[in-house]
């Protein structure tokens, strides 16, 4: 999709593939110096780096870089099967040079449908002083309540037929039995299940077929509405802040078309703490609401938006439960499954899906 290789392993960063990259997306510069730092790993590999430029185009572009790429992943095959990696090229590419939140900026991207690799050249975020969130991490209502205005604002913008009908490609987040996602759903039920002894109830007698048929109903929920644009994964992980404090929205991998209160439940199990949730989740649901509402996309009554809010939190918790340790630190995956857990059990969530 670009006019350089895929890189498949990190000594392939180098100043000649970042060239080749930037001048691949119509950038006319040439790289006089290239630093490239330790690696991170996450779902994918990301690598911080240090260049320097000459050419026309050389003052547009910011000194410090930041490459997201499968490389040598150790779950590649796995992620590129599941179609996130292409997902998230296409929508930086197609979707959200044009949508109405703040997402970083992406200088270059590449796909390779061969062996599913893939690469995006994005801005640090923290040279302009953003602070990236962590899995795991606990933000305050207020911060939530920022994330939400964003999605709001994802969401109501993508309601709109014309720019629905541009998004066909996108998965859709309902999964019928034998896609991928309903695979990781069963995975996540029996992990729930294994775990109940030890995590805390989540619905005490509900068996693995219990949690599936719940998932079953979700995805004909989910099936039955109007879809829009979800971020699909909006826990603190994939969320930075800029200094006046507005969330940019990033790591668009599992972006899905889909029931808006996906995102909703899964950023308030994930990002607050049972407590908070359980003092906040209602006003918070409630400004979403008016914040949809003040754009001009019609949504149901509150008590409507409850119920699906209820019904949704049963997604977040399979697939929490379900994600390999190699994605996430093992305490991490842990407390924010049991956050999903103890949403599920406080808000009878498998009998909000009529169990």
Known sequence: MTGAE???????????????????????????????????????????L?????????????ERLFV??????????????????????RMYQEVLPTAPVAVPAVYASGYSPDDGRFFLLMEDLTARGCAWGAA???????????VLSELAALHAAFRD????????????????????????????????????????????EAGPESWMAAFARLTAFDDAVRPTLLHGDPHPGNLAFAPGGRPVLADWQAARRGHWAHDVAYLLASALSPGDRAAHERDL??????????RGAALPSFAGAWDAYRAQMVYGLLMWAATPEGSHPAEVLAAVTQRFRTACTELESLTALGR
Do not use: N
């Open 68 to 89: 997201k790429a499968s490389l040598s992943h150790p779950l590649h095959e796995v992620m590129a099967a599941a179609g996130i990696y292409v997902t998230e090229v």
């Open 136 to 146: 795991g991490q606990l933000l305050t209502p207020d911060a939530v309540a920022g």
């Open 6 to 48: 895929v890189p498949r392993v990190r000594a392939d960063l180098d100043a000649g593939w970042l060239e080749a990259a930037l001048r691949g997306a119509g950038h006319r510069v040439r790289v006089t110096g290239l630093r490239v730092a330790p690696t991170d790993q996450g779902t994918s590999t990301r690598i911080a």
């Open 50 to 62: 240090a260049a320097r430029f000459s050419g026309p185009d050389a003052a547009a572009l910011p």
């Open 161 to 204: 037929p014309v720019r629905r009908g541009a998004l066909s490609w996108v998965r859709r987040c309902a999964a019928p039995a034998g896609s991928t996602t309903y695979a990781y759903a069963r995975r996540g039920a029996e992990a729930v299940c294994s775990a109940a002894d030890r995590a805390g109830p989540a619905g005490e």
């Open 285 to 294: 649901l409630a400004g979403y609401l008016d914040e949809v509402a003040a």
